[in-house]
């Protein structure tokens, strides 16, 4: 069995990343346990404060992003950090080499359910011109990230990582609290007949997915000749994994609802991070006009509409945009 810490020394990941993605991770695990525990360690439940999203916190969003935060401060290798639950960039050491994007807790709303939840992350490197309080950090595209990957607290704790040399799949070894490889090399199948979106938002979108989404749902007698499932967690974390796992394509586009709020997920610690991971294990990423991996940061809770997973089923919803 291999060890992060071997794959990553195989790798040939550099000492100062590797201490930075081995903080993200001893975070991660103080999270999984907590999780584990559920109502026993007085996790569930919601706060009174609402985040900078406007979202109303839930305890373990609190909790996990003061972990992460704890951790990664305490590393001198992050210079900044930026997080779904922070207003603005959190500076750590202003001689850092990296700096770090999280969700804390994605899927929320699962926490008092028992449902699927899990913590996203992004690196970059550090702009050394900057200072660690300079949320310009920040301010490059997905193709600049060197290292993503999300844990996945479910029935096992599920590490995926990239490094930008293929996606790989570890699981936390409970006896010796380690994560060990799985998966050496996740590969998207290229073709799907399952598709992951909130139908309950289909009065609100754009004609492209309109129509896209009803071509799904015409099955063997519509223009697609198949017949499609439809999958949904409410957990980008976990619809992910299992497109990751299995094949799929997850949606969450643009709607009318909000133009203050065109689109649900942020690029920066949501889509970016799966964006990465799922190109390279052979998918694709895309906002429905562009990967999103080419999308420049311009805030640090800019949104952007995802549409991601097996490339060919990809490629035929970008279709419907064209048109």
């Known amino acids: 069995m291999k060890r992060l810490t071997n794959v990553l020394v195989d790798d040939k990941v550099c000492p100062q990343l590797q201490s930075v993605l081995f903080s993200i991770v001893t975070a991660c695990k103080d999270i999984s346990f907590r999780v584990g525990q559920g109502a026993l360690s007085g996790v569930l439940g919601a706060t009174q404060d609402e985040n900078v999203q406007g979202e109303q916190q839930k305890k373990l969003d609190v909790i996990a992003n003061q972990i992460l935060k704890d951790y990664l401060a305490a590393d001198n290798n992050v210079r ?49 011109q900057l200072n660690a309080d300079d949320p310009a950090q920040f301010q490059q595209t997905g ?9 996945l607290y479910g029935s096992s704790s599920v590490l995926v990582l990239t490094t930008g ?22 590969q998207v199948p290229t073709e799907t007949q399952e598709f992951s979106i909130n139908m309950a938002n289909s009065r609100f979108w754009f004609e492209p997915i309109q129509y896209y989404i009803n071509d799904l749902l015409k099955g063997e007698i519509g223009i697609r000749k198949k017949r499609y499932n439809m999958r949904w ?14 094949g799929g394509i997850f949606l969450y586009p643009q709607d009318k609802r909000d133009p203050n709020k065109p689109a649900k997920l942020r690029l920066l610690y949501e889509a970016n991070p799966m964006a990465m991971l799922m190109e390279n294990a052979g998918g694709k990423a895309s906002t429905g006009l562009q990967p999103i991996l080419d999308v420049k940061i311009d805030d640090l809770h800019q949104r952007v509409p995802v549409i991601m997973g097996s490339s060919e089923e990809v490629e035929q919803c970008q279709f419907y945009y064209n048109q």
Do not use: W
């Open 80 to 128: 900044s950090i930026a997080s779904e639950e922070e207003d603005t960039i959190v500076a750590a050491n202003e001689t850092g080499d990296y700096i770090v994007g999280f969700d804390p807790l994605d899927g929320s709303s699962n926490i008092d359910i028992n449902g699927q939840i899990g913590t996203i992350f992004t690196i970059f490197s550090a702009v050394n």
């Open 143 to 151: 193709r600049e990230q060197v290292a993503a990957g999300y844990v």
């Open 165 to 186: 040399k293929g996606t790989q799949c570890f699981t936390l070894d409970k006896t010796f609290g380690e994560f060990v490889l799985t998966n050496d090399a996740m």
């Open 233 to 246: 967690n409410a957990a980008m974390v976990g619809d992910v994994h299992r497109v990751l796992t299995r």
